[in-house]
């Protein structure tokens, strides 16, 4: 159980890094940059300190991605064979509702994004970034069709951005899913060969889906495969993991890589950054414990309603405050800090009942859906 609960954990710090990483795209562009478009911003010289050290990973969104995708690995693989039975049912139980439960919960943040944006919330004082946020087509019907389809086939989303990760978890899960069943009625020879066909197709779709799967497969085979090893090794390994986390191209601190991987050293060293600080934590026992707590197995539970609402919060929460103090005198330093502090309480409590509710209601229709006779007709051909 520990190292289920230390999996929720990691979640969950992992999405609040996505939170921080785009409060400060919102106003901190020199953390993320080192030579930023936005000269109307102040730009502290610390920042240039922060962004040239190794300790960046607090704030590595894209890293915090790489580390969700390894996660649904490897406990999507864990759900289905825990049982040891009727793995074929809960194969085709688990694939048919997966959709769905993704589905739902995207398409009710991209509809309260659509409704947001008719408040014409000012955003030209902060980053050019957050500045785009507001700007989507304003049909209710495109707004379904970005959360829909735009973020599922296309792996993008002109309302609620952080919706581009779902092309590879509803792909990467399928994945899994058809994996598992090669694994569980053939040889392992033929899933083993699957699994690298499956992997070089994903590349030949697009370098981020063939990036998403991968680290699903790599929390898979952790599951399967992954066996313990020792504190000293654990260690090692979540710093090294940790280490290019935090990885900018232009950072003194990766200069060595970035001889060599130039301007991929951001992307390549963040997805091998996933598999190093999964597997280091769930395959030793001294980390897992650390992590199962009840405050950060609860933060994980909201994980995926905290990533996705955090963004509108940013929007109808965060620059209302920001323009507000700074309306009123109050220095840009303190008005983003009171802006950012507002945004994680308010997407905090409110990710608490969008997680009852709406995630509720995504499971629900799932198992609405499999009770439809054509799953049964499906399970007969498995």
């Given at each position: 159980?520990?190292k ?13 890094a ?47 991605v790489?580390i ?13 064979l ?8 809960k ?34 004082s ?6 785009r ?52 009625n ?27 799967v ?19 090794i ?48 769930l ?49 840009y ?5 009171a ?13 608490i ?29 498995l």
């Open positions: 159980m520990s289920i609960n230390s999996a929720e954990s990691i979640r969950g710090l992992a999405c609040f996505v939170i921080i990483s785009h409060l400060i795209l919102t106003f901190f562009p020199g953390l993320h940059y080192l030579n930023p478009e936005d000269e109307h911003l102040p730009n502290y010289e610390f920042f240039t300190t922060v962004f040239n050290s190794p300790f960046t990973f607090f704030y590595a969104g894209s890293a915090a790489y969700f995708f390894v996660l649904s690995g490897f406990v999507l693989s864990y759900a289905i825990k049982s040891g039975k009727d793995i074929n049912r194969i085709a139980s688990m694939t048919i509702k997966r959709y769905p439960r993704l589905a739902v919960p995207a398409l009710v943040s991209c509809l309260l994004v659509w409704a947001a944006f008719h408040l014409n919330i000012d955003t030209s902060a980053t050019h970034w957050i500045s946020m507001g700007s989507a087509d304003g049909s209710m019907l495109y707004a379904i069709y970005d959360a829909l389809i735009n973020a599922f086939i296309f792996g993008k989303s002109e309302y609620n951005w952080v919706l581009w990760t779902m092309q590879s978890e509803l792909l990467g899960s399928v994945v899994i899913f058809a994996l598992l069943y090669i694994k569980t053939f040889k392992n020879l033929v899933f083993f060969i699957s699994s690298i066909v499956f992997l070089i197709g994903s590349f030949g779709l697009s370098t981020q889906l063939g990036f998403g991968f680290c699903f497969l790599f929390g898979m085979f952790t599951y399967l495969y992954g066996f313990k090893v020792n504190n000293h654990a260690i090692l390994m979540l710093i090294i993991g940790l280490y290019f986390a935090g990885a900018h191209n232009e950072s003194a601190s990766y200069f060595i890589f970035n001889k060599f991987l130039g301007n991929y050293t951001h992307s390549l060293l963040s997805v091998a950054s996933g598999p190093l600080v999964v597997y280091s934590i395959m030793n026992s001294k980390l897992s414990g650390i992590l199962d707590t009840k405050p950060l197995v609860f933060l994980g539970k909201l994980s995926f309603s905290l990533y996705l609402l955090h963004m509108l919060m940013i929007y109808i929460v965060g620059m209302p405050i920001f323009n507000y103090m700074n309306s009123i005198g109050f220095a330093m303190s008005s983003t800090i802006a950012s502090v507002a945004v994680i309480i308010t997407s905090l409590i409110s990710s009942f969008y997680s009852e509710y709406i995630d509720d209601l995504s499971i629900n229709i799932g198992k609405k859906i499999e009770k439809k006779r054509w799953i049964r007709k499906f399970e007969q051909h």
